[in-house]
């Protein structure tokens, strides 16, 4: 048990449409990271927030976007779903940058038909 | 641009063995090394994490070692049970912002 968590647990939306995944985590942990992992794949980075300010993003284009509150709350948003956007979504928190260790929470699973 | 493998993709073997799941990274910059297990369709679970500075950690019946200038990392699994099923993953933190790169991670089967 990581003390983060995430909603909803599963999520199936049409292509065209807008989702927003959310996150709480950890008191105290001021970082919040996003990843996305594809069926058998390895999590990719999507961004990060740090004191509510994006602090870095991966390779994912401007439809994915994010927002991180004062109370250790943060949410993804992606809009235009695509086929692609179909995979489990993790958020990690963590108690700053650099070399501090990351805590999931369980995911949530997203399809899109 | 950090490129994480593991090697091997999957793994079966019978409980009670002793086995090593390897990791190398491109880029030896690193801040930490992480070591996670994940049940299917759930999130990640951490096991060990290594800074830059250290050569390995040990938790219960796990070892994992880092060289870093060699940019491999190794996780020592002792006497192997069947609920250490799981696909476990490596990843490395190596810039500002704790980004972490994963590899693709490696699927193991203890079988009773």
């Known amino acids: 048990e990581t003390g983060v968590t995430q909603s909803p647990t599963h999520l199936i939306k049409t292509r065209g449409q807008q989702v927003t995944l959310r996150c709480s985590s950890q008191s105290g942990h001021n970082t919040v990271s996003w990843y996305q992992q594809a069926l058998g794949q390895g999590p990719q980075f999507i961004f990060q927030y740090y004191r509510e300010e994006e602090n870095g993003r991966g390779n994912f284009p401007p439809r994915f976007s994010g927002l991180q509150f004062p109370n250790y709350s943060s949410e993804l948003n992606v809009n235009a779903l695509e086929l692609d956007d179909s995979a489990l979504y993790l958020c990690?928190?963590?108690?700053?940058?650099?070399?501090?260790?990351?805590?999931f929470g369980p995911g949530t699973r997203l399809t899109v038909t | 641009k950090q490129e994480v493998t593991q090697i091997p993709a999957a793994l079966s073997v019978p409980e009670g063995e002793n086995l090593v799941l390897n990791c190398s990274f491109t880029d030896s910059a690193i801040y930490n090394l992480q070591w996670f297990r994940q049940d299917p369709g759930k999130g990640l679970t951490s096991l060990l994490l290594?800074?830059?500075?250290?050569r390995e950690q040990t938790s219960g019946r796990l070892n994992a070692s880092l060289d870093k200038s060699s940019g491999r990392s190794t996780l020592y699994i002792a006497a192997s049970q069947p609920g250490d099923s799981a696909t476990y993953l490596c990843a490395v933190s190596g810039n500002a912002g704790n980004m972490l790169t994963f590899g693709g991670g490696t699927r193991l089967m203890v079988k009773p």
């Open positions: 290594i800074q830059s500075s250290q």
């Open positions: 990690a928190s963590s108690l700053g940058q650099s070399s501090y260790e990351q805590y």
